[in-house]
């Protein structure tokens, strides 16, 4: 059985049995002893541990694999000066598609009028909110640049890691021999990292498991009911967005073929989906992008870590559905000239706030300040912003490879007979029937 099957198995499973869990809880069957230790020996207990385990051993390579590899891309880069036009196209994508995501949002919004109808009790029935005050723009693009490489790996702050590893790559490129041996060794040591990826991926599947047994058996479905119509018109933009725009973006720009490309991160986006994380995803995203559909690591290096960091479509669609449910949850009419400035802000905040802790929430605050809505909107829709965030960073993820595959084919660093190759598992670690070492 091959990975990828046995991820979608854990997955499938996971949520089946969670659902389960929640609602024996909720009915009180079979009892409230068993229910109880269920919840402390299962739910909170052994499906926790695993999760977190899961979690903390992807989390563990981030930093090395983003470091490694983005200084080993950066020296191919430099030697023929490619790093200036490979940036500026990487950020103008991303912009562009958090652009075209909130106007998709705004519009299903606005059609479907979710925010219509929502009565106080489901707003009381939310969580408790306080919205932390988003730091001054001025702030935030100084702290881009780090003054401590060490404190900013060691935080995990990755933009800062981005600046020092292009640094580092350019000066090492341009150093001669000592540079030459240098690169050699992150060379090698890039091929080790990406190893130890695909080490942990033996166990992936017992990861996806847990995470989502615990998550479903905490959240059950009940939520959904009270803001269902909000739900729903996130998650439909989400997968509009994802299967739609990115299809078409991919399709126009580079002329591949958008199923391929789906097909080969679809395990990927339910590790993105059972983490909630981009940054926790980068391993994985990064081993896909490269092994499976043959874009070089000059470019994956720069592009998957970037974008994990800054291409934020999936926030931005919450964001664009949100204002307008809170507008018209308050009676708030925002009119054009608002809808505009929410789709550059929310562009602009993308990048802005990458490194900022709970960035989500802290971009839909910067979002509402800028068109007089009332913040406490924030906790109307909390409620259901857990399953919501699973979904949006698989969305984030699948972009992140749409642009590396569009970038990488104008600067023709991807091989398209790997791309169109079915012969490779999920994160490049061995044939689909075969595991590590197979190649």
């Known amino acids: 059985m091959g990975l990828t099957t046995r991820i979608v198995i854990g997955m499938v499973t996971g949520i089946a049995l969670g659902l389960l869990f929640n609602t024996l809880s909720m009915s009180g069957f079979p009892g409230a002893g068993v229910n109880e230790a269920i919840n402390v020996y299962l739910t909170e207990g052994l499906f926790d541990i695993v999760g977190q385990i899961f979690i903390a051993s992807l989390k563990l390579m981030v930093v090395p694999l983003v470091l490694v590899s983005l200084i080993s891309g950066a020296c191919a880069l430099s030697e023929g000066s490619r790093i200036g036009p490979l ?18 949002a705004l519009c299903l919004a606005l059609v479907f009028q979710p925010g219509v109808g929502v009565n106080e009790a489901a707003a009381q029935a939310t969580a408790v909110f306080q919205p932390k005050q988003p730091p001054p723009l001025s702030e935030v693009l100084v702290n881009i640049f780090p003054t401590n490489p060490v404190a900013a790996m060691a935080e995990g702050n990755m933009l800062q890691i981005i600046v ?42 017992y990861g996806v498991f847990a995470l989502l047994a615990k998550t479903f058996a905490d959240l059950g479905l009940a939520g959904l009911v009270q803001l269902g119509k909000y739900f729903l018109v996130v998650l439909g933009a989400l997968l509009l967005h994802a299967l739609g725009v990115y299809s078409l973006i991919l399709k126009l720009l580079s002329g591949l073929n958008p199923l391929e490309l789906l097909k080969k991160m679809r395990s990927t986006m339910v590790f993105a989906f059972s983490t909630a994380s981009s940054a926790a995803t980068i391993p994985v995203t990064l081993s896909t992008v490269e092994k499976r559909l043959g874009v070089d690591n000059k470019v994956a290096a720069f592009t998957i870590p970037l974008g994990a960091t800054i291409n934020m479509d999936g926030t931005a669609i919450m964001q664009g559905v949100a204002t307008v449910f809170i507008a018209q949850f308050f009676g708030v009419e925002i009119g054009l000239i608002g809808y505009l400035t929410v789709i550059l802000t929310a562009t602009l905040a993308s990048i802005g706030t990458a490194g900022v802790p709970g960035v989500g929430l802290i971009m839909l605050g910067m979002v509402l300040q800028q068109v007089g809505l009332p913040l406490e909107g924030i906790a109307i829709v909390i409620g259901v912003d857990r399953l919501l965030d699973m979904v949006r960073t698989a969305v984030n993820i699948t972009g992140d490879s749409v642009v590396s595959s569009v970038v990488a084919k104008s600067e023709g660093a991807l091989d398209e007979e790997i791309f169109y190759d079915a012969n490779y598992d999920s994160v490049g670690i061995g044939d689909s029937k075969n595991t590590i070492g197979a190649h």
């Open 87 to 104: 940036a500026g196209k990487t950020i103008l994508l991303y912009m562009i598609t958090t652009a075209i995501a909130i106007t998709l």
């Open 164 to 205: 020092f590893a292009l640094l580092m790559g350019y000066a090492i490129s341009r150093c001669g021999e000592p540079g030459q041996r240098i690169a050699a060794f992150f060379n090698d040591l890039n091929s080790v990292v990406l190893r130890m990826v695909g080490v942990l991926m033996v166990f992936a599947p």
